[in-house]
């Protein structure tokens, strides 16, 4: 080793190290330091972290114009001033030499999908050049042909934006993952029940639950920080834990019961849980009466609601109950003491009769089949545990099902997250501490109806398939590649990574090269901004401002916000700043202006003037003027709280009407009820939740043998999208089994796979997969696989995902969707593991 | 007196590594397996279905009887009037003596700097400007408590003394300043 002067170091630490050994040296090297640090200038700035869709609250630590250190705002509503790995390495993103770094255009489009002919082109040349191709379709008067496509930010908070530049140029098109391979079709469970969906509507109180079921979610490892830290203080607390899941992950490690589950059974588990609360009474008969639908009248023979009707005042959905102290039908608003159980007759307006039972003895006499034994057999779990399971859910108060995020898994996500809510609902835990509740955007739920010549709702309505408030990817692959039911020539890519991440890589790649124009907007060059002609380099978020929007991942009422930290590394912009220039020269910028002012509820003038002085900052001013916030304070804290938990919470269905069709919690679904009446019965969509086995269970049996296995897949603390797999810091804290696939010790013994080994992974049917490292260990069940995403990037220019390899989640994802709820099935699939 | 410890309850530690991160960006480790002042190792135990999962947050034990500065010839390891053990980097003359007796593994060698590194608690660049460390403030479970072992009002000072929390191989005899809360897992299924 050499030795060193002191005034050698303090030399060195001057020149080259001036960061590295600056911050966080011994004290006696920090004493020698004083000088040269006296020069430093460090400035602390809030900002939200954009590494997952969690937005938790940071502070960068800008030393010399450099960030340093990232940390979370102390008590923020949604991260507490915690943040992840993911979170501390944003720095490593904004630095990343990978990132694209300037606008690049191409012009052969017979490179799609390749690195080849791009060209470096200055800002004016890139925004001239992609507002005279989106020109081209306006000026055809078909503006429709062309689709924006984004990441998460295309559903979360970034959603305005993206809508007024929509708007602006006049297409319908929108697209992106959330109704096919994000959180619907499970959402919908929650949306048809509490009229939320869960997480971005609904989040559980988890700190103050005494029992946690978790389920088709690993809450501890990966649910992001909002999640993460409620989980582990709820255990601090004393709250047992439950874990459904085929592997032990952070969450079933952590829990007190870890029930190794067979893949996409949880439905049969959770209506034997069903069976075990009605059968014992555990249900709290007050709240079922008054705040659910289960009073609801069914005709005995048809099974259909005997009268439903529209109640003009409210706008809201009444029905017939029977009330026990008047002794005859009424409506539910009218009864005193509705009836739960039994059979009445009932006197109908055109004087006829009908026998009709309340939907909640019909919901007891379904699941009596559904008993503990019967789901033993499907879950491949004892019945003696889920009958504990189902006693101390019943008994300890409170008790929660956490309603998840992520589930397009299996034909029966739907009902599957339809009985988590009943089963909430049951116990009466909704809106209340410790249980089952919603954030502020949750509270005003205001889901407009599609647009009516969206690609996908022509679509459906020759295909059979229900038009869901947001887009449906799955027509757009047959509107891109056959123009039906419409032409679209042209994508415009926010953020996203279809190409990887969209269910059917080969079709996707088709698609894209099919297209006319390709115009992305991203931070690296992921795998679709290969398929680019002009390519625009966003700036990464400690680069640039964002308005005010609602911390959503919170039981709290508090708006937040983001302030540049440092002027962009590259010669890049925000996203926003490039709507607003394309809009400038497709000359719409005053509807772009005026779109932007509507959905912000803010002034338009204001606005205008604002963004023309002072860019995003001026969004900032305009939102904190109408919103009667103060501008000084959000922009030094971060985030300014308007409504405590307290103030929140107990509300709704109490107060106000949740956001279903009858207001009430629909153990009894009216909307699902409504498309029954449309298209038929089906256990998919039936209005009280029936057994649907998942399609891979009989398959799995049909091709038993060594090597062919259950498909599961999940992400890693360290991986939350594709972009997170080029990061140098989180790829120097991957471990193996963040990387490869889970594969349990006794089966790898028969393939002879051995820990650390080269494995082909491939989905069964299709043949398509990739190559990857087998895990292996005896923290999963036997006759199950589980893959780490997002791997498999394809990109040479992300240098460190490329290096990783592994498998890519949309080459075993086969193109294939549920009926009339179009969830890509993810989970619908067996898969061949073979050593390399 | 102020005499700093650390308690790590391994009931809530998720393993999710955000530590790591935090500590590395701090305090400008390299970013490398074995140059890192904590980490985070994983254990799985046991047969399907009967495994535990745990997660193990290491770092510096910050030893009241600490044999790394014992065998330091140069003086450069110490323990600092709050007990922090701590490097003087300049007087190192990276014998590896240190990284020898530290019967933690707790030590490495810093190339960039010429000097061992190990973990410093973030004395001065947090803990004496009265933050928490970097670890311990980003820590995701909120598994990682930090504070003054003198002071009775403390978190740390009352889980040490109710007998929760203890140190990893006491047997030792270097009478560790990071002390573990090892929860008894419950398990139950088939
Ligand atoms: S959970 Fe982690 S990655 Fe996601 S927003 Fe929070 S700190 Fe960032
Ligand atoms: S106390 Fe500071 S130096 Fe030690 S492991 Fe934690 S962050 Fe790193
Ligand atoms: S940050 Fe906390 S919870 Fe996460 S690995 Fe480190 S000690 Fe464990």
Redesign the interface.
């Known amino acids: ?6 005034r050698e ?1 303090v030399k060195l630490a001057a020149v080259t ?1 001036a ?3 600056m ?8 004493k ?1 330091l004083t000088a040269a640090q006296s020069k430093t200038q460090v400035k602390y700035i809030p900002n939200l972290c954009t590494m997952c869709a969690n937005r938790c609250g940071i502070t960068a630590k800008v030393v010399n114009g450099k960030v ?5 705002i102390p008590h923020h509503p949604a991260n507490n ?5 993911r ?3 944003g ?1 490593a993103r904004l630095y990343n030499p990978d990132r694209i770094k300037a606008p690049m255009i191409r012009r052969d489009k017979s490179k799609r999908g390749t690195w080849e002919g791009f060209e470096e082109v200055n800002w004016n040349t890139a925004l001239d050049e992609a507002a005279k191709k989106i020109k081209r379709y306006m000026d055809e008067g078909h503006p429709e042909k062309i689709a924006v496509i984004s990441g998460w930010w295309g559903c979360a908070v970034y959603k305005p934006y993206v809508a007024a530049f929509m708007q602006a140029i006049g297409t319908p098109n929108s697209a992106g993952a959330t109704i096919n391979s994000c959180m619907f079709p499970g959402a919908f469970g929650w949306l048809a029940t509490l009229g939320g969906a869960n997480h971005a509507h609904i989040i559980s109180d988890l700190e103050d639950a005494k029992y946690i079921i978790a389920l088709r979610r690993n809450l ?2 990966v649910g992001g ?1 909002p999640h ?2 409620r989980f ?2 709820a ?2 607390r004393g709250a047992k834990v439950v874990a459904l899941d085929p592997r ?1 992950s ?1 969450t ?3 829990a ?5 589950i067979k893949p996409g059974t949880d439905l049969a588990f959770l209506l034997a849980m069903g069976h075990v609360l009605v059968n014992e009474k555990l249900y709290d008969e007050a709240f079922l009466k008054k705040y659910t639908t289960v009073p609801l009248l069914l005709n005995s023979e048809t099974g259909v609601p005997v009268k439903v009707w529209d109640d003009k005042a409210t706008g809201l959905k009444k029905y017939l109950v029977y009330d026990l102290l008047q002794k005859k039908a009424v409506s539910h608003d009218e009864a005193l003491n509705p009836a739960l159980l039994g059979e009445y007759t009932v006197k109908l307006e055109d004087g006829t009769t009908v026998k009709a039972k309340p939907a909640f003895q019909v919901l007891v006499d379904d699941l009596q089949q559904y008993t503990p034994e019967w789901a033993s057999k499907i879950c491949d ?2 019945s003696d ?1 889920i009958v ?1 399971t189902a006693n101390e859910f019943g008994r300890t108060k409170p008790a929660v099902i956490d309603p998840g995020w992520h589930d397009p898994r299996y034909e029966n996500s739907l009902q599957t997250h339809r009985m988590m809510a009943i089963l909430n609902a049951m116990i009466g835990n909704i809106d209340r501490y410790g249980g089952v509740s919603f954030n502020v955007p949750g509270r005003e739920v205001n889901l407009p109806p599609p647009p009516q010549n969206r690609y996908d709702v022509v679509w459906g309505k020759k295909h059979g398939m229900l038009p869901l408030p947001l887009p449906n990817y799955v027509p757009l692959y047959y509107a891109m590649t056959k123009g039906d039911p419409y032409p679209i020539e042209m994508a415009i890519v926010i953020a996203g990574n279809p190409i990887r991440t969209w269910s059917g890589d080969k079709e996707w790649k088709e698609a894209f090269k099919k297209l006319n124009d390709v115009l992305v907007i991203d931070v690296l060059p992921q795998d679709t901004t290969m398929y680019a002609d002009i390519l625009l380099p966003d700036s990464v978020y400690l680069e640039k401002d964002f308005p005010i929007s609602h911390a959503e991942m919170s039981l709290y009422g508090a708006f937040e916000t983001a302030i540049a930290a440092i002027n962009p590394v590259f010669n890049t912009k925000p996203e926003i700043m490039i709507f607003a220039e394309l809009s400038k020269r497709l000359g719409v910028y005053d509807k772009f202006i005026n779109s932007l002012a509507k959905m912000l509820k803010v002034d338009a003038g204001k606005l205008r003037r604002y963004f023309d002085s002072e860019g995003i900052r001026g969004i900032r001013r305009a939102q904190a003027e109408a919103y009667g916030i103060s501008l000084d304070e959000i922009e030094k804290k971060g985030y300014v709280m308007f409504e405590t938990k307290e103030e929140l919470m107990d509300t709704m269905p109490y107060k106000k009407p949740l956001h279903t069709p009858s207001g009430k919690v629909e153990v009894y679904s009216l909307m699902l009820a409504k498309i029954t009446s449309m298209v038929g019965e089906d256990p998919m969509w039936s209005p009280l939740p029936k057994w649907l086995p998942p399609k891979v269970m009989s398959e799995y049996e049909k091709n038993k043998a060594p090597n062919v296995f259950y498909f599961i897949y999940g992400k890693s ?2 991986n939350s999208y594709t972009h997170t797999t080029d990061n ?3 790829d ?2 991957l ?1 193996p ?1 963040y990387i490869g696939v889970w594969i ?3 089966r790898a013994k028969q393939l002879g796979i051995k820990d650390g080994d080269k494995v082909k992974v491939t989905n069964l049917k299709t043949g398509e997969g990739g190559v990857t490292t087998a895990f292996v ?6 006759d199950t696989v589980f893959l780490n995403t997002q791997w498999g990037i394809e990109s040479k220019k992300l240098k460190i995902a490329y290096k990783r390899g592994g498998v890519a989640l949309n080459k075993l994802w086969p193109f294939q969707y549920a009926r009339l709820i179009p969830g890509m099935l993810t989970n619908e699939l067996l898969v061949k593991i073979e050593k390399v | 007196m102020t005499k700093y410890g650390m308690v790590i309850d391994l009931g809530s530690c998720l393993g999710c590594g955000a530590c790591i991160a935090a500590c590395d960006f701090e305090n400008q480790t390299p970013w490398e397996e074995g140059k890192r002042r904590t980490h985070v190792p994983e254990f799985i135990f046991g047969e399907y279905p009967n495994v535990e999962r745990l997660f193990v947050p290491r770092l510096c034990m910050h030893c009241e009887d600490p044999p790394c500065v014992a065998v330091c010839p140069t003086g450069a390891s110490y323990k600092n009037e709050d007990g922090v053990v701590l490097v003087r980097y300049d007087m190192c003359i990276g014998c590896k003596y240190c990284v020898v007796a530290c019967p933690y593994n707790a030590r490495y060698v810093d190339e960039r700097k010429h000097a061992i590194d190990k973990c410093t608690f973030c004395y001065n660049n947090r803990v004496s400007q009265g933050r928490e460390p970097a670890c311990v403030e980003s820590c995701v479970g909120g598994a990682r408590i930090f504070g003054d072992l003198e002071d009775p009002n403390s978190e740390v000072y009352k889980l040490i003394h109710s007998g929760e929390a203890v140190p990893l191989r006491a047997d030792l005899g270097t009478h560790p300043k990071v002390r573990y809360i090892f929860r008894r897992k419950k398990r139950e299924g088939d």
């Open positions: 080793m050499i030795k060193m002067t002191r170091f190290g960061l590295t050994l911050l966080g040296e011994s004290e006696h090297t920090f020698t340093v250190k990232l940390d979370g001033g915690k943040i992840c790995a979170g501390q390495s720095i501890a490892g920080v993460s830290w582990a203080e255990k601090r032990m952070e079933a490690a952590l007190d019961v870890w029930i190794p779990v004892s545990l504990k603390p360290l140098e810091m989180l120097s804290l471990r089994d349990n010790t006794k260990t005896e923290a999963i069940r036997k």
